[in-house]
């Protein structure tokens, strides 16, 4: 696997950062779903560097221009409900993308400090020799990441992955780099060193889904 991150670079997408983790801006649901937007669509354009690409001759009221355009058929697959934000930035840009969504969440047990990952709904085209993007805001344990994939597997096999991330924990990049194979690619904004003994990002950001959609009622 092939890990870009982009803070590793000084970009307009810090400002985005900043504002995602700032606890005053937090409060205006509608610009942290903004933020997470843009922060996909900068997340997307970076991908784009490495996708296939062939001669394309555009016909304009002028003349003719040779220009070079991606070939790949690309799947975008978002996280419920956390990746619906992240996953409208990567289509504003892939905007002829077929788009895959599942619910992965953490389901607790007696211990509040560990957790499985429950995959309840899938809905998903057929992958097979396909570019699949894999958006989810939080890359914390990694665990959802591998866990969707995996329930991903019988709608065929991609030709090649990319994992797109905002904020992740350096044990969960790890995570995934172990679990996807050499045709693979995690893009993702920032990565901080620590996970709290609930699998949580430090400092991170809190919980993605909660501060873009509201508050929910735990089960």
């Known amino acids: 696997m092939q890990i870009h991150n982009l803070s590793n670079t000084n970009s307009i997408l810090n400002s985005f950062i900043a504002e995602i983790r700032d606890v005053t801006v937090q409060k205006d649901r509608m610009r942290f779903r903004r933020n997470i937007e843009r922060i996909g669509e900068v997340l997307g354009f970076e991908m784009s560097k490495t996708l296939n690409y062939s001669e394309h001759i555009v016909e304009t009221p002028l003349g003719s221009k040779k220009t070079s ?6 799947v975008l697959c978002s996280i419920l409900r956390a990746g619906v934000p992240l996953h409208n930035g990567l289509l504003n840009y892939f905007d002829d993308a077929e788009n895959a969504f599942i619910s992965a969440y953490r389901h607790h047990k007696q211990n509040p400090e560990s957790f499985e990952i429950i995959v309840e709904y899938l809905a998903c085209p057929d992958l097979e020799g396909k570019t699949l993007v894999l958006a989810d805001p939080m890359l914390a344990t990694g665990q959802s990441m591998v866990a969707t994939y995996e329930a991903l597997k019988p709608f065929g096999t991609p030709k090649e992955i990319h994992l797109v991330s905002v904020i992740g924990a350096q044990a969960g990049v790890d995570y995934v780099k172990n679990h996807f ?39």
Do not use: R
């Open 181 to 219: 194979g050499n045709n693979s690619h995690l893009w993702i904004a920032t990565v901080d060193k620590e996970l709290n003994d609930k699998g949580y990002i430090v400092p991170g950001l809190g919980d993605a889904g909660d501060l873009a959609f509201g508050d929910k009622l735990q089960q």
């Open 69 to 74: 355009v991606y070939q790949n058929e690309i």
